[in-house]
């Protein structure tokens, strides 16, 4: 909004109050409420902002400036043992979870973490993050991590007809990926609750994934020639519990995370 379209409002709303001064008390009112949200809005974007510089000089203190010999190497070159996918979710970062020091694992996060088929037209973006770290960085290892509570794996048990219309721009598309873990899952556990299949197809999708890994040949050609190790893996923040398999789909127990 301009300055002078500013002052005409203050000006009308002047001369309006001038001459039904039984307004008052109504425009006050009106008044007080747009302040507070003006201050509201004004106190968030100085929150974010300050939250974003306090946690940058709390990484420069306790981190960068306390490991020079770490950040000094990192600046000439990277060598990640790990290739890791995981959900965007905000409450399973890979680095907390499995405390990842800089410069151990390439992460790629997306909703889901799902990895789609080999398509050179299709996903791009997820063949490229796969590309650069195998045939560059040639990592040793390719983690993909499925969670508990996870909405991605939620709304694709939702979706009743996978022909039906899209009801979002992305999402139900990108989802999808992962529809033969929701079929075999709603045809296996049938008789069990929502939640329940939910949690068995948030471990079957990263199955899905972990065979789509396999028709990238650059991942193929490594994992046969024992040069690439793929797992799986689920995380439970609810009971605070790992589960690693690798790519035959053996399952090693389940540990606790304290």
């Known amino acids: 909004m301009s300055t002078e379209s500013y002052e005409d409002a203050i000006k009308r709303l002047g001369e309006l109050l001038s001459k039904k001064s039984d307004l008052g008390n109504v425009a006050a009112a009106k008044i007080k409420k747009l302040t507070d949200e003006l201050e509201g809005l004004d106190s968030n974007k100085l929150d974010a902002v300050e939250r974003i510089k306090s946690g940058f000089i709390h990484f420069k203190t306790n981190n960068y400036e306390k490991n020079p010999t770490l950040h000094n190497a990192l ?35 997306n909703i889901a973490n799902m990895v789609p088929p080999y398509d050179k ?41 996978d022909t039906a219309p899209t009801k979002t721009e992305f999402i139900e598309n990108w989802i ?49 020639k024992n040069k690439l190790a793929i797992r799986g893996a689920h995380y439970d923040f609810v009971k605070g519990t790992f589960d690693l398999w690798e790519l035959d789909f053996k399952t090693t127990p389940a540990f606790g995370l304290s």
């Open 176 to 224: 999808q990926i992962c529809a033969p873990a929701k079929n075999r899952i709603k045809q296996e556990c049938k008789d069990l609750s929502f939640e329940d299949q939910c949690t068995n197809c948030e471990k079957e999708a990263v199955n899905v994934s972990l065979g789509n890994l396999l028709s990238y040949p650059f991942v193929r050609e490594r994992v046969v």
């Open 121 to 161: 037209t299709k996903h791009s973006n997820v063949g490229a993050a796969l590309e650069y770290p195998i045939t560059v960085l040639n990592v040793e290892n390719i983690l993909v991590i499925g969670h508990s509570c996870c909405g991605g794996i939620k709304g694709l048990m939702a979706i009743e007809d």
């Open 75 to 109: 600046a000439k070159s990277q060598s990640p043992k790990f290739l890791v996918f995981a959900c965007a979710d905000s409450r399973v970062s890979p680095s907390h979870i499995l405390n990842f020091q800089l410069g151990e694992a390439f992460i790629v996060r």
